[in-house]
């Protein structure tokens, strides 16, 4: 599930297979994965995340937040 694309806004988050939120392609991540990516394994971590990217200017859309804490429980088991 995606939460957010490029076309509408400045990152895209996106709930990875691998049981992780993915930031993908993400421009201020510092890991040496090759496609820059920054993986969240909880949703205040990916909120936190997100909000560093609206500190540096860049939209992000409410809903996003909106969202991911409305599947929570789904992507994490509600341990937030």
């Given at each position: 599930?995606?939460?957010c694309r490029?076309?509408?806004a400045?990152?895209?988050?996106?709930?990875?297979v691998?049981?992780?939120?993915n930031?993908?392609?993400?421009?201020?991540t510092d890991?040496?994965?090759?496609w820059?990516?920054?993986?969240?394994?909880?949703?205040v971590e990916?909120?936190?995340?997100?909000?560093?990217?609206?500190?540096?200017?860049?939209?992000?859309?409410?809903s996003?937040?909106?969202?991911?804490?409305k599947?929570?429980?789904?992507?994490?088991g509600?341990?937030?």
């Open positions: 599930m995606s939460y490029f076309m509408e400045d990152v895209y988050v996106f709930m990875d691998g049981g992780f939120l930031c993908c392609a993400c421009n201020i890991d040496e994965d090759q820059g990516s920054f993986h969240a394994f909880s949703t990916m909120i936190d995340h997100l909000n560093t990217h609206r500190m540096l200017g860049q939209h992000v859309p409410e996003v937040f909106k969202e991911m804490e599947d929570d429980q789904e992507n994490f509600g341990k937030a």
